[in-house]
Every structure is written in C-alpha cells, then in structure tokens.
C-alpha cells in the first residue's frame, strides 16, 4: 500500500511540473503586428543599384601603409560620394577624420536630444579575379544582381544610407534628432585610422549617441534550424578578440635519448587540457533576449525548455552545446590554430609555440581568459602571453528591450513584414565595438537578406546583391532615421 502511495505521489509530482512547464510554456508572448507610420519611400532602383555598382569599382583595400593604389582608390571613392550625393553634401556637415574616413552630421531641430549614429565601412577585403563570374571590382549588373567586392560587405550599407538620406532631402525631410552617419576606411584590419579615430573625435566634442548601429545581423532564411520564416537577427553585443602565444624551450638533444615529455609532448598536453576545459557556458542577456523571442516559433521540446529556462537552464546549456554556432554564443570559444615545433625527423626540438585564439564573451575580461589558461595548462614551464595587435575586450552587452532596439525592429517590420525579429550578438568584430564609450547602447544589424549560399560571398568569391534586396536597405534606412528622430 505504502509503495502505491508512493508512487501516486511521485506521477503527482511529474504530473505537476508537467502541467507547470506547458503553463509557462503558454505564457509566451504573441507576435504583434506593427503598420508602417509612413509609406515607404519611393527609390529609382536602376540608378540606385548603378551607384551602387560604381561605388564598388573603387578598389578600396585598406593596407597596413599609404600606397598610391590605396590613395588613388580612397580619394577617387571619396569624390565619387560628393558628386553622387549632392543634397547630402550640401545640407549635412562633413568631418574628414585621419586620411580618408567620414562622419556626417544632420543637425536635428532638437538639439537637447542625443543623435544616433549609422556606421558603416568604406573598406573592403583583396579579391584576384580567377574564379569570380565578373571581376571583383568591375561593378557589373546582371541578372538581377549587383556583383563584387563591397555588395554585402560593407559598401551596400554605406551607400544605401546615403541614398535614404538623399530621397528624405528630396522630400524636403527634417530630423528632430541629430543623425550621424560614420564611415571607417579600415575596419577590415583593425578600425584604428578609422572609427578609432572617429570615436576619438566624438568624445573630444562631448558626444555621447543614444544608440549605434553597424553591420553584424542580417535578415537570415534557413539559417536558424526549426524556423522557416526569415530571421532579423538584431544583435545587442559582440565579442572580444584575444590570441595567445604558448611557448616552451627545453634543452632539445637527440631523438634516441627523449625525455618523458618532450616540448611537442608538453604543448599537445596544454592545448587538449585547454579544448577538454573551455570557459564555462553563460546565457548572457541578448542571448537570452533572442531565445525568448524565437521560442513561439520553435518546436514543442524546445519551447518548453526556453519557456522554462530559469530552471531548466542546464538542460537548455547542454543543449546549445551540441552546436559549434550555439556553442559560440554561450561561451567564449577555444581554438588552437597553430602548432610549431622541430626541424627534423630525429631531432628532439629545443622549443615550440602554440598560438590559441579566443572569441570573448561579454563579461569575460582579457585578463580572466590568461588566468584561466595559465590555471589550466598546470605547466609554469609554458610562457604565455597576448600576441595580436586585434586583441580587445567585449565591449557591454545593450539592451534589447531599450527604446532604440524597438525603433530598429518597429523599421524591421515596416519593410521586412515576414521577417521574425530577434536578438543575439556577434560572433566576429565589427566597427561598433569602438564606438562603446560614445554611446548608450549599440546595435548591429545590415537589413538585406542573407541565405546560406552567402556565407560563402563575403570575403569570398562572386560577392553579389540583388538588386531588389539593396532597394529594400536604402528603404529600411529611411524609415529607421524616420522613427529615430522623434523624441522618446
């Protein structure tokens, strides 16, 4: 008797937790539907992809030097954007900042308000043309497409925000808020010359933006498993950079006397105990923020445990886990990605390096991530220490719930309707990071959409845009510098 007691107790029990789990599970929130607060503005597709198109015929590859080929790019770009853009140029002010970057300024009529700042990068990756089906840097329109370097990254935002600033000038428009447009010449190698030194300038004038918003999302379809509409991924962080040099000298000698554990031995053994104990997983805010908002449309299990995540959160860890992607946004990641040692065959090395790359999540410090690793390897033998000039902290993470995150998907909506508005951050780094200190909160988001068979495009071959899509950007902007200006 007593043990059937027992037992109604016990499916009483999971019965409870059960029914609790499917009650929070209902709890999530509906989609809302937004209506635009004003029509989309009307563009000439033809002459804005064109620009477009020109635009990218600038070779701008930003180099660790001045060569002429960078100088004669660079201003020949620059040029091009003054002759392209004349109502730009004749109503906002424009500040040249190091050799060839940009900030543009649209004086708001409330200047009590703080401006919001649109950046973007004027620089672009080296491409060759064997493999390409045009040239990187003809610029051709074909197919319903604008092709080469710059078409995704980052010469379509940069230009498709002056083209929505151009058709509000046209339409006699005026911002209530300040609008801010700045572009770096070098964020593809470390945004020193540029938005370093845009940032720099900002702080020296006292500025401080209610928001930033750079590349780093996207409008995704049939990237996120389980969901079949499209994705704007509106990211709210992005993490910090940090690799290490692992060095280790010993006294080397012949290969028929070794030593228990040689130097290949010893460094082999502190990069498996680094990849078996990586930095514990943490569901950091706009991760969390992204979950919750597309659980709705997520499968039953996997609803009830972002619904339930509060206590089911280590199931829903061990979960993410099982994705090299979703491993990366809860955690900071551990990848060894070179390993050099010995000269020959028979030869015991007298020394050898490891190099490890670390991606940080925000709130992990550089300093945690060295301690962390020196705790790990247990090998005082073993020097340690930051190798690369790219190396930064995360900067803090925003607030998707904030104002301006609900201006950006309110845009979102407006012109991507179908599109699942969510949160997340940036795995890589962007401009934005540099503009921390500047800012209230900071965004990342380029509204074009964005399919697997282009992860291969950017920094690669046959970079390319529909020219449709590029129409829906310059629209998205507009609407975005609309809903910005009011005050909140």
Known sequence: MLKKLLLALVLLTLLGIVGFAAWRTAQLPPRTVITASAPLIAVDRAAAADRLAQGIRFATVAQSGEPDDERVAFTGFLEFLRTRFPLVHEHLTLDRVSEYSLLYTWAGSKSELPPVLLAA???????????????????????????????????????????AAEALLQLGYQPERTLMFAFGQDEEISGERGATAIAALLAHREIKAAYTLDEGGAVTHGLVPGIARPVASVMAG????????????????????????????????????????????????????MLARLAPDMNLPTRVLVANRDWLSPVLLRALQASRTTNALIRTTTATTMFNAGVKDNVLPASGEVIVNFRLLPGDSIAHV??????????????????????????????????????????????????????????????NRHYAQVRAQGYNFSPMPYGEEDESRIHGIDERIAVADYLKMIQFYAQLMRESTAAQ
């Not at 010469?155 to 498709?160: F, G, I, M, T, Y």
């Not at 940090?242 to 030593?259: E, F, N, Q, V, Y």
């Not at 609900?406 to 780094?429: K, Y």
Request: proline share 10%; aromatic share 6%; charged share 20%.
């Open 121 to 163: 990068h004027m620089d672009v990756v080296p491409a060759v043309a064997a493999g390409w089906t045009h040239p990187p840097f003809d610029g051709v329109i074909a197919d319903g497409f604008v092709w080469g370097r710059g078409a995704l990254d980052d010469k379509n935002s940069l230009l498709a925000i002056l083209e």
């Open 238 to 289: 992005e993490k910090g950079y940090l690799s290490i040099r692992m060095k280790l000298i010993a006294d080397g000698g012949h290969s028929s006397t070794p030593p228990p554990h040689g130097v290949v031995g010893r460094l082999a053994r502190a990069v498996t105990r680094l990849e078996d104990q990586p930095m514990p997983p943490r569901l950091i805010a706009p991760v969390d923020a």
């Open 370 to 431: 060295l301690q962390h690793v020196r705790d790990t390897i247990g090998d005082d033998g073993i020097s340690i220490e930051p190798i690369a000039d790219f190396n930064h902290e995360a900067p803090p993470a925003s607030d998707a719930s904030a104002p301006p995150f609900r201006q950006i998907e309110r845009a979102i909506n407006e012109v991507f309707p179908e599109a699942l508005v969510t949160s997340g951050i940036v795995l890589g780094a962007t401009d």
